[in-house]
């Protein structure tokens, strides 16, 4: 199976980005991680986008707060698809959402929520199931699983009341 990419720009980030790659640990996805700062470390950053396909990846996740050019920057490194999380690190996320979203045409980034790691971990589960039907199966599964449980909850919520 493709990899799948996660870059933060900071350890600050650290917090949301774990939950992106708990949810890729469950669906049994490999995965590598590195702090690439598209300002700090441009040229680690680009390096790392430009050489992403040969190298086995499959997506990349790039998380980023503030002025988060790091989404951006690995999908002008790249064709894989990006997914960027706007960190929450300031102006609750709206810097950073504006941030990764507003990309020119014909450099996308798929942004998610406001720290939306999970999210983004599902969404590259979902790029690489186009061509697993193994990964497509787990993913029809853990949907199964989450409507199971809501309407499970559902029979109780009238005594939470
Ligand atoms: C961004 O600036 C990082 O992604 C982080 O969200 C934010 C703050 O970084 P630190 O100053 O905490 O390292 O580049």
Request: hydrophobic share 50%; glycine share 8%.
């Amino acid at each position: 199976m493709k990899k799948v990419g996660i870059i933060m720009g900071s350890t600050s980030d650290l917090p949301v980005v774990k939950k992106a790659a708990e949810v890729l640990r469950d669906f049994g996805i490999p995965y590598e991680a590195h702090i690439y700062s598209a300002h700090r470390t441009p040229d680690e950053a680009r390096a790392f986008a430009v050489n992403a396909r040969a190298g086995g990846f499959g997506v990349i996740i790039a998380a980023a707060g503030m002025a988060a050019h790091l989404a951006g920057a690995m999908a002008a490194g790249t064709t894989l698809p990006v997914i960027g999380i706007p960190i929450g690190s300031s102006m609750n996320g709206l810097d950073a959402l504006l941030s990764t979203v507003q990309m020119p045409s014909g450099i996308p980034v798929a942004t998610v929520a406001v720290d939306g790691a999970k999210n983004a971990a599902f969404l590259a589960a979902e790029i690489l199931a186009v061509t697993d039907e193994e990964l497509a199966e787990k993913l029809a599964a853990q949907r199964a699983k989450n409507a199971a449980d809501i309407l499970e909850k559902d029979k109780n919520i009238i005594n939470e009341l």
